[in-house]
T-cell receptor
Framework: EAQVTQNPRYLITVTGKKLTVTCSQN?????MSWYRQDPGLGLRQIYY???????DKGDVPEGYKVSRKEKRNFPLILESPSPNQTSLYFC?????????????FGPGTRLLVL | TQLLEQSPQFLSIQEGENLTVYCNSS?????LQWYRQEPGEGPVLLVT???GGEVKKLKRLTFQFGDARKDSSLHITAAQPGDTGLYLC?????????WGAGTKLIIKP
């Protein structure tokens, strides 16, 4: 089954404790991205990747890191989480970034930083 | 900064009524997509419109892209409880999708 998987689905952590949220897709997609979703603000892109070893900042990259060493995986790293990073995070992938390409989303990771 | 404004933010109506959700911007987009998101899940694509003035129908849902490709609307005819969800529009621009904040739709039986 074609899908985007994220782990963990739920995470409670404390300020400053490094964490990684994994994302994997099995569709051989070139384009992957991370979003955060907050009430009233919609989806905001954190980072995106056009292909292996090619990443770029989205609208809200501060406090986050990513890597794209393999085509299928695109982990999101919070080196020193803070309470303002409490949010719902989504990983998404698409075949590439031509006009109108469908974004396939993972199920989301709900993060609470205390 | 490009923005997509969706209205209304929240809509609660009775089953069988019609409704329209709007997505507006001052920017031109190459294409515009509509997604639906249910609680606990990621957004799922409903439709993509590419050409100015384009109209697409998906059963009881009608999507329209403005002539100038700056705005779009979603019209639902005879809404049903199964239409309940968060509707999001997204315009593509320069390798990013610009997202609206969403319209939370509740259809009461």
């Amino acid at each position: 089954e074609a899908q985007v998987t994220q782990n963990p689905r739920y995470l409670i952590t404390v300020t400053g404790k490094k964490l990684t949220v994994t994302c994997s897709q099995n569709m051989n997609h070139e384009y992957m991205s991370w979003y955060r979703q907050d009430p009233g603000l919609g989806l905001r892109q954190i980072y995106y990747s056009m292909n292996v070893e090619v990443t770029d900042k989205g609208d809200v990259p501060e406090g986050y890191k990513v890597s794209r060493k393999e085509k299928r995986n695109f982990p999101l790293i919070l080196e020193s989480p803070s309470p303002n990073q409490t949010s719902l995070y989504f990983c998404a992938s698409s075949r590439d970034f031509r006009v109108g390409e469908t974004q396939y989303f993972g199920p989301g990771t709900r993060l609470l930083v205390l | 900064t490009q923005l997509l404004e969706q209205s209304p933010q929240f809509l609660s109506i009775q089953e069988g009524e019609n409704l329209t959700v709007y997505c507006n911007s001052s920017s031109v987009f190459s294409s515009l997509q509509w997604y639906r998101q249910e609680p606990g899940e990621g957004p799922v694509l409903l439709v993509t419109v590419v050409t100015g003035g384009e109209v697409k129908k998906l059963k009881r849902l009608t999507f329209q892209f403005g002539d100038a490709r700056k705005d779009s609307s979603l019209h639902i005819t005879a809404a049903q409880p199964g239409d309940t969800g968060l509707y999001l529009c997204a315009g593509d621009s320069n390798y990013q999708l610009i997202w609206g904040a969403g319209t939370k739709l509740i259809i009461k039986p």
